[in-house]
Nanobody
Framework: QVTLKESGGGSVEAGGSVTLSCAVS????????MGWFRQAPGEGREGVAV???????NYAESVKGRFTVSRDHAKTTLYLQMTSLKPEDTAMYYC???????????????????WGQGTQVTVSS
């Protein structure tokens, strides 16, 4: 059974930085994707960044150049480094994992079945 638990959210001013962490356990070592998704109030859940077991990365256009997804050497912790934050980045951030979907659908939240409980990030202007 895959378990995920996020930490590191909080409030920050526009232009600031936050790093989120997600402790992951119980997943297969191969053909597995882990990623970050977010949901703002009144909005649908959207993919932010995904990394696969070969360290290939996918990013949403809105965060390219500002956010970086990575994981530690033991592959037990997933990170999301967020810089140059904007008020529109305010959302609940979730980490998720599953066997990798096709490349063109890796940022689609419905492709992932294991989820953390989420951590709130609030960016003030």
């Amino acid at each position: 059974q895959v378990t995920l638990k996020e930490s590191g959210g909080g409030s920050v001013e526009a232009g600031g930085s936050v790093t989120l962490s997600c402790a992951v356990s119980g997943y297969p070592r191969y053909a597995y994707c882990m990623g970050w998704f977010r949901q703002a109030p009144g909005e649908g859940r959207e993919g932010v960044a995904v990394i696969d077991s070969d360290d290939r990365l996918n990013y949403a256009e809105s965060v390219k150049g500002r956010f970086t997804v990575s994981r530690d050497h033991a592959k037990t912790t997933l990170y999301l480094q967020m810089t140059s934050l904007k008020p529109e980045d305010t959302a609940m951030y979730y980490c998720a994992a599953d066997f990798c979907p096709p490349l063109n659908s890796r940022l689609r939240f419905e492709r992932y079945s294991s989820w953390g409980q989420g951590t709130q990030v609030t960016v003030s202007s």
